[in-house]
């Protein structure tokens, strides 16, 4: 039983971090708000006045909206569609008896731990030029001509390279998540004579369907907002501009502050559509 | 009862598996094998792989050209700083929510959550301005308190899901015997809690090195870590692929080896909790 002492204890020990995020939160997106409302051109004038929905009108309307949103939305299925298929198939692999399980397991993680600006330019530089790059030697030596990846492939290449980055993501969770697997249930299924692919549809992919919700939910909030790999590769050119990018250019490459922070708005007001999903999922969790 | 495997399916398993695991670890491998070659021979044609002279001069000329260690030096203190404030703030919150729970401990727990949503490109407008008005931009103080803040949640979460299973009773059986909160909390609680907090400063370690949008927003000469260091070398430099691998595995192997040790806890922290 906790005490009258012990709740208002608890609640001092709780406001350093309630205060803090929530002044992390209100401050800057009050002032988002507030930009996306105004014509605000920091080079060109500065704060010029109310403009009521401007701002989101001329954002939209834009020649570069809805290909941004096409952009973000081929990237982010794509890098899903990768990961969670590949993820899949590699969770199920590792979980089978093998000679140097824990090896693999790290071989396989490794990625997530390399950073964004790395991968990015190891596989730009390194995979990807088409002269000097691995893939380019590889196509010649199959006397191939090497593709010009970043310009010809350009969304292409950069779903390889965030999927790289996030299919170790997928797979660890997906493997967390097998490893809770009775695994007497297979084996009674497999005694029953259910065939390879029955099990896999009927008890793995059933019981594996939260992880792989969450798996979604998680990397589709970090894949909206991705930056560093776009920014080092191309910086947005090619048709790579996503969303995230295209504000990141009005406001600080243009600075034109509210055009952009409008743009703002619509990326918290998109995020957010996803966060409440993962939210019910992860809050479900929580009463057990 | 585990089941009998014929070792013919387990070598095929291993096979498999290791063939999968090294092709997607190819692309580290080939940036360090890299680093150790002359620039001639890192685009050799055919690419050679174990059979060149190796060689330490890359990395040598990365530290002599661009000061290395500064900004190795800056991304020790702002992802260690970010971590050591972000625990000191949430340590205590994890903690009352985790034994004295109230009605509202779930709400504050998702709310914490939500500001985790929010995309930083939409606030980067409005966090760049306050860093000019206050003289943040470009220091280390700065990026270390932006990064607390946004790793802030993910560490209360963390510790929240370790400090929950401490199980109550002891507490309780303490009590019993006489001890004082202080007691409690030093000889009973924290010997129980260490583990869960040194998991949580270490996965927090990683996401704070890895941060790629705020280090590259908010820092210019002085305060760049290494991501920063990283993206400039974009180009011209980044033709120069010895040194380019170079540079990157220095940036990349103190995070590979901490990664290994935190497989498990990577899983419970991105996940809030969810999956364990």
Known sequence: MATQHSRSAARIMMAPAVILLLGWMLIPLTMTLVFSFKRYLPLRGGDLGWVGFENYVRFVSSSAFWPSVQTTLIIVGGVLVITIIFGILLSILLDQPMWGQGVVRILVIAPFFVMPTVSALVWKNMFMDPVNGLFAHLWKAFGAQPIEWLSDASLFSIILIVSWQWLPFATLILLTAIQSLDSEQLEAAEMDGAPPLSRFAYITLPHLSRAITIVLLIQTIFLL???????????????????????????????????????????????????????????????? | MARAVTTRRKTINTVAAWAIGLLIFFPILWTI?????????????????????????????????????????????????????????????????????????????????????????????????????????????????????????????????????????????????????????????????????ASTLLLNVILAWNEAFWTLNLTAAKAAPLTAFIASYSSPEGLFYAKLSAASTMAIAPILILGWFSQKQLVRGLTFGAVK
């Open chain 2, 33 to 197: 094998l890299t680093s150790f070659k002359t620039e001639a021979q890192a685009i050799n044609d055919p690419p050679l792989f174990l059979f060149f002279d190796w060689t330490l001069e890359n990395y040598a000329v990365v530290q002599e050209r661009s000061d290395y260690m500064r900004f190795l030096w800056n991304s020790v203190i702002i992802a260690g700083g970010s971590t050591v404030l972000g625990l000191i703030v949430a340590v205590p919150a994890a903690w009352s929510m985790a034994f004295v729970p109230s009605k509202r401990t779930k709400d504050i727990l998702m709310w914490m959550l939500s500001t985790k949503m929010l995309p930083a490109v939409g606030v980067l407008y409005p966090i760049y301005l306050l860093f000019i008005e206050m003289g943040l931009l470009d220091t280390r103080i700065g990026l270390t308190i932006v990064l607390m803040l946004i790793n802030l949640p993910i560490i209360v979460w963390m510790l929240y899901t370790y400090f929950k299973e401490i199980p109550g009773e002891i507490l309780e059986a303490a009590r019993m015997d006489g001890a004082t909160l202080k007691e409690e909390i030093l000889y009973i609680l924290t010997p129980m809690a260490i583990p869960g907090i």
């Open chain 1, 225 to 288: 907002a991705i930056f560093a790999e776009i920014f080092v590769t191309t910086s947005g050119a090619f048709g790579t501009r996503t969303l995230t990018y295209l504000i990141y250019q009005r406001v600080l490459e243009s600075q034109n502050v509210g055009l952009g922070s409008a743009g703002g708005v619509y990326a918290i007001i998109l995020a957010n559509i996803v966060a409440i999903f993962l939210m019910r999922i992860v809050g479900k969790n929580l009463d057990t």
